[in-house]
Nanobody, 131 residues
Framework: QVQLVESGGGLVQPGGSLRLSCAAS????????IGWFRQAPGKEREGVAC????????YYANSVKGRFTISRDNAKNTVYLQIDSLKPEDTAIYSC????????????????????????WGQGTQVTVSS
């Protein structure tokens, strides 16, 4: 059974940085992607980045390009999301999720971070950006 556990959230001042972690376990297939998503109060869930198991290919939503970096440590079965130059509008619950959907796991197009294509979700971690 796929399990995902996020950590690393917290309260950060504007301009600061955070690194979120997603510890993954229970994967039985070789082709999948891990994505990061966020949901701010009163807003829809937004996909921000994903990384493919196939070749490590990454995809970023336009709204976060240049500030967010997704990476993985295969030895630790962990995917990271580095967030730099944090802004108040980055305040949200950040969740990681896994997909085995062939339309998404290559992380090559906007559909790669479409929430409905992800079947397994972590519980989320709160990121609050405030002075």
């Amino acid at each position: 059974q796929v399990q995902l556990v996020e950590s690393g959230g917290g309260l950060v001042q504007p301009g600061g940085s955070l690194r979120l972690s997603c510890a993954a376990s229970g994967f039985t297939g070789n082709y999948y992607a891990i994505g990061w998503f966020r949901q701010a109060p009163g807003k829809e869930r937004e996909g921000v980045a994903c990384i493919s198991s196939i070749d490590g290919n990454t995809y970023y939503a336009n709204s976060v390009k240049g500030r967010f970096t997704i990476s993985r440590d295969n030895a630790k079965n962990t995917v990271y999301l580095q967030i730099d130059s944090l802004k108040p509008e980055d305040t949200a619950i950040y969740s990681c999720a896994a997909t085995f959907n062939s339309l998404a796991y290559r992380c090559s197009a906007p559909r790669s971070v479409s929430p409905p294509k992800y079947a397994y979700w972590g519980q989320g971690t709160q990121v609050t950006v405030s002075s």
